[in-house]
Structures are given as structure tokens and as C-alpha cells.
T-cell receptor
Framework: GESVGLHLPTLSVQEGDNSIINCAYSNSASDYFIWYKQESGKGPQFIID?????DKRQGQRVTVLLNKTVKHLSLQIAATQPGDSAVYFC????????????FGPGTSLSVIP | NAGVMQNPRHLVRRRGQEARLRCSPM?????VYWYRQLPEEGLKFMVY????????ESGMPKERFSAEFPKEGPSILRIQQVVRGDSAAYFCASSPAGLLAKNIQYFGAGTRLSVL
């Protein structure tokens, strides 16, 4: 759902381990999903996207999984590095609509060296 | 191709003053979005504009806040008579024209407003 100003959930991961960040959505009309990374003091940056006709999409060290049945999205980061420490936001929209993209509440990832 | 440019990066105002935040979208982008972010919190949508039109302002406070995106020049978020609770980071994002291309938003570095 839309960000409502809640304090961020946090995830701590050992360097080198894999990270999984989850996102649930409620609008069954959503058919386009995006993950953003926001480092401290910076604006969010696009990481990877996926359309609803796909279940999985891979990028460099990142994989996004989409389960439309339970309206769940996850971002997997392989071999997590200190530079991955950031807040991660999922966002969702409807491609054939001019409605705004909705951002999830975000998850703060801390990588332990 | 320069990214989304926001200025100023930091803005200090006293209570009751006006704050003007500027956003120049990426070249070729005609959709602009403004978000507010408090420390350790998520992005809160404020307003979505296209050139000379406000498309969705459902996240804007009813009073003191206004936004515009004129035919020429940057988008402006204006906060009149600022109060301490307005202190936050304000992010602007832009996306390309076109229905299928609009969903990826490219963000600026933000303006951090501090109200004394």
C-alpha cells in the first residue's frame, strides 16, 4: 500500500550472505513493479523492475520475484556487500493508467562486515 | 543527459517564512512528482504534475502548500508560513511522457528543509 510515514522495518545481514526484502501489495490491478534503493542522504535510485506477465527477473546480483496469487514481491540480493546498506522501496503501478505509482513503506538493510 | 536537479540542497527557514523548492526534470520528461520524507521514514506522495497541469494533489496539505509545473522552467513546490513540522527532505522525481514509459521515476537528490 501507500507509504504512510511508519518507521522503517530493518534487516541486518552478514556481509557475503544473501538478503531477501519483502513487499506486499493490495491492489490486484497493479501490473508493474519496481524496486528502488535509497542510500543515506540521497534520492532513491531505480534498481530493477518486473511486469506482471513474469514471475522472476534477474539483474546483476539482484533478483525480483513476483507472486501475483498472494500479491507479494521480493528483492533478493546475492552476496550482500557493505555498499548494499540502504533503504529499499518497492513501488507499483498500472501500466495502462495515468494513476500515480504507489510506494511501499521501505525496508532498511544494514550489512554487518 | 543531466539527471533530475533539485535546488537548493539545503534550505533553512524561520517559522512564518516561505520556502520555495525547485525541481528541473530530466530532459524530455514531462511528468513530475513531489514526495516528502521524514527521517527514518518512507516516501510520502504529495503531488503529481504534468506541464501546466496538476494531475493528482491528494497528498498535499490543504493549506500553505502549493505546486506548479509551468510551460517553461522548473517545477516549484511552495510552502507558505512554514512551521517546524514542515522540516523534512523533499524529493522530486520525473518520468518520461507516454503511458507505458511513465512508471519509472528518476529522483533528484532532494532538498532538506529545516525550520528554526
Amino acid at each position: 500500500g501507500e507509504s504512510v510515514g511508519l518507521h522503517l522495518p530493518t534487516l541486518s545481514v552478514q556481509e557475503g550472505d544473501n538478503s531477501i526484502i519483502n513487499c506486499a501489495y493490495s491492489n490486484s490491478a497493479s501490473d508493474y513493479f519496481i524496486w528502488y534503493k535509497q542510500e543515506s542522504g540521497k534520492g532513491p535510485q531505480f534498481i530493477i523492475d518486473i511486469r506482471s506477465n513474469m514471475d522472476k527477473r534477474q539483474g546483476q546480483r539482484v533478483t525480483v520475484l513476483l507472486n501475483k496469487t498472494v500479491k507479494h514481491l521480493s528483492l533478493q540480493i546475492a552476496a550482500t556487500q557493505p555498499g548494499d546498506s540502504a533503504v529499499y522501496f518497492c513501488a507499483m503501478g498500472v501500466e495502462t493508467s495515468y494513476d500515480k505509482v504507489i510506494f511501499g513503506p521501505g525496508t532498511s538493510l544494514s550489512v554487518i562486515p | 543527459n543531466a539527471g533530475v536537479m533539485q535546488n537548493p540542497r539545503h534550505l533553512v527557514r524561520r517559522r512564518g517564512q516561505e520556502a520555495r523548492l525547485r525541481c528541473s526534470p530530466m530532459k524530455g520528461h514531462s511528468h513530475v512528482y513531489w514526495y516528502r520524507q521524514l527521517p527514518e521514514e518512507g516516501l510520502k506522495f504529495m503531488v503529481y504534475l504534468q506541464k501546466e497541469n496538476i494531475i493528482d494533489e491528494s497528498g498535499m496539505p490543504k493549506e500553505r502548500f502549493s505546486a506548479e509545473f509551468p510551460k517553461e522552467g522548473p517545477s516549484i513546490l511552495r510552502i507558505q508560513q512554514v512551521v517546524r513540522g514542515d522540516s523534512a527532505a523533499y524529493f522530486c522525481a520525473s518520468s518520461p511522457a507516454g503511458l507505458l514509459a511513465k512508471n519509472i521515476q528518476y529522483f533528484g537528490a532532494g532538498t532538506r528543509l529545516s525550520v528554526l
